[in-house]
């Protein structure tokens, strides 16, 4: 049986201390859009707002309407995250915070690795997990339930595998990061993008198996087509199989392949 898309503009249930609200932003690499999560300990009034999705305004608007919206949280800098975050700022007067300077607003502060905050009721514990991008976050909810739940951003995907955005993401930090989340345990896991999944530890390890997969490959490929061999000439032997639709995302997610299998260190 296969269960319906959610959807966009209702608030639907993902966790004991979670919900979201799916964005019209369905695509290649969105998949049926950005799930736009609110937070909130049972009983109180106010909400946190992770990923307020793009600049649509009956979105933005649905978000609002979730709170009173204490604060606002970005996993990472893509549009498909962060371009309604100032409007939803206006809405609600919010700040917003984010790993980076230039999505903070509202007098919010970049997010550090090991932060521990506090708003709506629930406990958040903020995580570096740069892979995806540099400044991909995680956001661990020890509270939320037996297990407790992470909210993964872009870095596990509900559905499908996450693109590395080379030169901005690398394979190196990438698996440091599924390692970081392997040893979450069994949290509800809480994408950006898909449907939500269970048990973190076992999707962190599927995740990893699924990279170095790939990476033999490619380290076949480059032994077949040389060691000067493009990014675009690799993904066409071991992404083969990919429309063109999400060919660039492949071909970036080569690149940052080839740039762990040259033995460049990844960026810091």
Do not use: W
């Not at 736009?36 to 009034?45: D, T």
Request: net charge negative.
């Amino acid at each position: 049986m296969v269960t319906p898309a959610p959807a966009p503009g209702r608030l639907q249930r993902s966790s004991a201390l979670t919900g979201f609200i799916l964005a019209p932003n369905p695509g290649p690499m969105s998949l049926e859009g950005t799930n736009s999560y609110v937070l909130r300990a049972p009983g109180n009034p106010g909400a946190v707002v992770v990923d307020p999705g793009p600049l649509d305004e009956p979105h933005l608007q649905a978000l609002a309407a979730a709170g009173p919206v204490e604060l606002i949280l970005i996993t990472h800098r893509h549009a498909d995250h962060t371009a309604g975050s100032a409007r939803l700022h206006a809405l609600t007067g919010a700040p917003v915070r984010a790993a980076g300077a230039v999505h903070c607003h509202g007098g919010g502060t970049p997010l550090e690795d090991g932060e521990v905050l506090s708003a709506a009721g629930v406990e958040i514990r903020v995580l570096a997990t740069p892979g995806h991008t540099s400044d991909s976050l995680c956001f661990h909810l020890p509270g939320d339930g037996f297990l407790g739940a992470v909210l993964t951003g872009d870095t596990i995907l509900g559905r499908g595998t996450t693109m590395l955005d080379y030169p901005d993401g690398t394979l190196g930090s990438y698996l440091a990061s599924l390692d970081r989340l392997e040893a979450l345990g069994p949290a509800t896991v809480l994408p950006a993008h898909g449907p939500v999944l269970p048990s973190l530890e076992e999707i962190a390890r599927a995740y990893r198996s699924h990279r170095l997969e790939r990476l033999e490959q490619i380290r076949a490929a480059v032994d077949r087509l040389g060691r000067d061999a493009s990014a675009g000439d690799v993904a066409a032997v071991v992404y083969s199989d990919v429309g063109p639709s999400v060919r660039r995302a492949a071909e970036t997610s080569v690149a940052a392949q080839l740039h762990y299998l040259r033995g460049v260190p990844p960026q810091q």
